[in-house]
Nanobody, 125 residues
Framework: VQFVESGGGMVQPGGSLRLSCVAT????????MSWVRQAPGKGPEWVSG????????YYADSVKGRFTISRDNVANTLYLQMDSLLPEDTALYHC???????????????????WGQGTQVTVSS
């Protein structure tokens, strides 16, 4: 199982970024997936999840209305469109495979512990 994230960078508050994650080594279309972020000195925070077919999406309250998760099951790729970015969105972003259905993510740790290297997002003026 391998994840390769990309698309991070430095943007000003209010800006946008689109993260991508190419997943290999498993049947991508069979698993719900999530984005998780970790800010310096803090524990991991679940950001968003999507079911295996892509028809159901879920968001943490902190990003709801600003971030959009999607997936391409042909290209084995997970995406996160991030708009109206805030300084508190600054973190290392990882994609991960879910151990639980994505609709559990707001109430339980739904994701597996194996992550990729992540992609850094820095929001600063």
């Amino acid at each position: 199982v391998q994840f390769v994230e990309s698309g991070g960078g430095m943007v000003q508050p209010g800006g946008s970024l689109r993260l991508s994650c190419v997943a290999t080594g498993f049947s991508f279309s069979s698993f719900d997936m999530s984005w998780v972020r970790q800010a310096p000195g803090k524990g991991p925070e679940w950001v968003s999840g999507i079911n295996h077919g892509g028809g159901s999406t879920y968001y943490a309250d902190s990003v709801k209305g600003r971030f959009t998760i999607s997936r391409d099951n042909v290209a084995n790729t997970l995406y996160l469109q991030m708009d109206s970015l805030l300084p508190e969105d600054t973190a290392l972003y990882h994609c991960t495979r879910n151990a639980l259905p994505a609709d559990f993510c707001s109430v339980a740790r739904c994701y597996e512990s194996q992550w990729g290297q992540g992609t850094q997002v820095t929001v600063s003026s």
